[in-house]
């Protein structure tokens, strides 16, 4: 159907109406294109309306948080802690400077995690759990398995230490953390003396697996350093190679290997080179004696001195007394005599110094041929015997390098048994662990703080998650964000003790006042008013389509036009004629009854019912059928506006084929009620049978539970009603009723 009638307000012509002409006008910026809702976006008000929404739960969480932190202070038996500081140092304090064996290659850091690691290690709380007889307290008991007892006690000590490097230093804290204080200061001592204990038991087995390699090592190397002095004199006896050990002359005590045939030749050299001296000598003495009589042998010999001399005192006396005789006298010639004698014997003293001279000559001339012959010999034997001694030094290097090597192997284990039994300490105790007076645990304003913390933080996530999970329409945002349509207004829930058709009597009842803003929001929805026929329906059942269509005819029929009130839910219907007819909208569109007939007046002046009449067994063949049309155009012909009361949109097909022959479509929507994708199902639904929907109604709309502080508010003036912030009072509704 394409085109309708329609009347504009105010006037009784009757003009034609095309629906493509039906474009709204004060709602056509918040219209959103079909299947485009917009998104929710986290905003810092849409917080706030969480949390005062669910400012009751999160108190309530926060509450038992808070009570739950006080009771468990109160049960949780105190705690006591201790502590103790360490010193370590990358150098140990040693008593003698000797080589360590093990070295420390890392940085400050790696060294301080390391020692840390150590402390936290479960060999470490086992010592100090045997130092301590823990097993044996009477904590443990005694019918476990000592082993057992031992192990848990381990665990205790584990578990209640902390180790705790300070920064920018080398002090490490230890805090033990006990329900007994004297424990608790005598495990922080003890896991201090035992650790240096432990670092020093480390370094003495480090020093014991050093010399047990050692001993493995000198053991190998003496076996070597035996079987190759052995060869070497094995080698040395079949060759007869004869060494001695002289002085190296260097002056620092060291003595090296000769052989006799070297020492013999450099002996017998030094003694040929003197012979040789020697001779020549000799020759010269001998060829100076042959030459000359007066040859310093000659004249240094004491017998020819004695001679020479008495000759000359003879031959002087002579020539003193030849002044007084004469040459024959025999004085005389008996003085010529004995110089005679004297000359005779002093040429047989010449003759027997050349002799001498001449055998010395020939000594030294034999001795020189003989020690030459034995140097000859002696080289010709030393040159075959360096040929032999090739092998020979090949294991004389041998012997001296199996010899050093165990000689520096023996040095080095005697060095690391002193520097073993002295020990390197790395650690020590800067203070001593004192026993705590007080407990620092439980912490009462410290839980509590956390309580209240934990209780908001709770409290808030499951305010916030509820929140997430509940994804119905609840606010008039929630209608333009989420379904796509504009929000024509809110309609408050209706007081306990007046109902919704008892508070619409009341022209200044929150009721009242909502359906009034609602009116004039579609006044404003098309360019010629509101529009003459509107269908009210809803998601489900029970939302309150039915007091929102009975609320807008009676507030139009109050407005001097007439309406009529058409009850289009032909399943359940909610608005009944008088008791006995039949006559109805049913009948209507079955064709047996005329509309004059099936109207019926009402109490308020302006307003006819048109009622559903006998429930058929096919309401949606009857709404698919032409009559829909028919029955709408003489309707609205007949009266200024029509409001029909259509049934639920989920799961039926009725209200789909009435929206698609009224002018305009109202969807009406219970706060807090209706979940996200039922309603946007709806409007698709209703979207897709060409529907013109107007925009949607929330009702039973509560601010409080919303979480909408700012709340909505009808009416001006002292006597006022006013739906703000969620607060309804018992004086607020006697004065909106007297009013």
């Known amino acids: 159907m394409n085109n309708q009638s329609g009347i504009i307000p105010g006037g009784g012509a009757i003009v034609p109406f095309d629906r493509r002409d039906l474009a709204p006008t004060g709602l056509r910026d918040v219209l959103v ?27 309530v969480v926060t509450f038992v948080c808070v009570v739950t932190s006080i009771v468990l202070s109160l049960l949780v038996q105190p705690e006591y802690r201790a502590k103790s500081t360490l010193e370590v140092n990358r150098e140990g304090r040693q008593v003698v400077q000797m080589g360590e ?96 204990q432990y670092n020093l038991e480390r370094k003495f087995e480090a020093t014991s697996y050093a010399r047990n390699f ?41 003595r090296s290997e000769q052989s006799v045939d070297a020492l013999s030749l450099s002996s017998l050299n030094a003694s040929l080179s003197q012979a040789r001296a020697d001779r020549i000598e000799a020759e010269q003495r001998y060829r100076q004696s042959q030459g000359s009589r007066a040859t310093t042998e000659v004249l240094s010999n004491s017998t020819v001195q004695s001679l020479t001399a008495q000759r000359a005192q003879l031959q002087a006396e002579y020539q003193e007394k030849l002044g007084l005789y004469q040459p024959d006298y025999p004085l005389m010639a008996q003085m010529r005599a004995r110089i005679q004698s004297l000359d005779g014997a002093i040429n047989r003293e010449v003759s027997n110094v050349s002799g001498s001279v001449r055998g010395e000559y020939e000594a030294a001339v034999g001795r020189e041929r003989q020690l030459q012959a034995k140097v000859d010999q002696l080289k010709a034997g030393l040159l075959n015997l360096r040929g032999r001694s090739i092998q020979y030094t090949i294991l004389q290097r041998e012997v001296d390098t199996n010899r050093a090597l165990y000689d520096s192997l023996l040095q080095r284990y005697k060095e690391v048994g002193v520097a073993g039994g002295v020990g390197a300490n790395i650690v020590s105790v800067v203070d001593r662990a004192q026993v705590p007076g ?77 359906y009034q803003s609602i009116r004039t929001a579609l006044q404003f929805s098309t360019e010629h008013g509101l529009p003459k026929s509107l269908l009210i329906t809803s998601t489900r059942a029970s939302e ?52 004059k007939e099936a109207i019926q007046p009402t109490e308020q002046e302006g307003l006819y019912l048109l009622p559903a009449g006998q429930i058929p067994p096919n309401p949606a063949e009857l709404f698919a059928s032409g009559r829909v049309a028919a029955v709408l155009e003489q309707a609205t012909g007949m009266f200024d506006y029509v409001v029909v009361d259509g049934p639920p949109v989920l799961g039926l097909a009725d209200a789909p084929l009435l929206s698609f022959h009224c002018e305009g479509t109202v969807v009406v929507i219970e706060s807090g009620a209706i979940r996200r994708a039922a309603a946007v199902n709806a409007v698709k639904r209703l979207r897709a049978a060409e529907a013109r929907i107007m925009g949607g109604v929330l009702t039973k709309f509560s601010a409080t539970k919303s979480g909408y502080g700012y709340g909505y508010g009808y009416g001006y003036g002292d006597d006022q009603y006013s739906y703000r912030e969620g607060i309804e009072t018992k004086e607020q509704i006697q004065l909106a009723k007297r009013a």
């Open 438 to 514: 007080a407990p620092f645990k439980p912490n009462l304003p410290f839980n509590l703080m956390i309580g209240l913390i934990g209780g908001l933080l709770l409290g808030s996530g499951a305010a916030f998650g509820l929140e997430w999970m509940d994804d119905t329409i609840k606010t008039p945002d929630d209608v333009t964000g989420k379904l796509g349509i504009p929000a024509l207004g809110v309609v408050p829930r209706a007081d306990k003790e007046a109902s919704v058709q008892e508070q619409l009597i009341d022209p200044r009842s929150q009721i009242s006042e909502a």
């Open 101 to 196: 064996v093990e070295t420390m290659e890392m940085g400050d850091r790696e060294f301080l995690t390391t020692q840390s690691g150590l402390l936290r290690s479960r060999g470490l709380a086992e010592r100090v759990a045997r130092s301590l007889n823990i097993a044996n307290s009477g904590q443990f008991d005694p019918k476990t398995p000592r082993g057992v007892r031992e192990a848990q006690a381990a665990d205790l000590v584990q578990g209640s230490v902390g180790v705790n490097p300070l920064r920018d230093s080398r002090l490490i804290e230890i805090t033990v953390e006990s329900t007994d204080p004297e424990l608790a200061a005598r495990i922080a001592n003890a896991y201090g003396e035992n650790f240096i």
């Open 544 to 595: 309150g389509k039915s007091s929102t269509a009975l609320a807008l005819a009676q507030i139009l029929a109050k407005l001097g036009t007439s309406v009529l009130l058409i009850d289009g839910d032909l399943r359940k219907p909610t608005f009944r004629g008088p008791s006995g007819t039949d006559t109805g909208l049913s009948s209507l569109l079955a064709g047996s009854d005329g509309m």
């Open 33 to 59: 294109a079909p299947g485009g809702p917009n998104e929710q976006r986290i905003t810092p008000s849409e917080i706030w309306r969480v949390i005062t929404k669910w400012w009751w739960l999160i108190a």
């Open 214 to 254: 050692l001993e493995q090592r000198l053991a190998s190397i003496r076996g070597k350093l035996e079987q190759s002095e052995r060869q070497l004199v094995a080698y040395a006896q079949r060759q007869g190679i004869v060494t001695l050990n002289v002085d190296s002359g260097s002056g620092q005590g060291g």
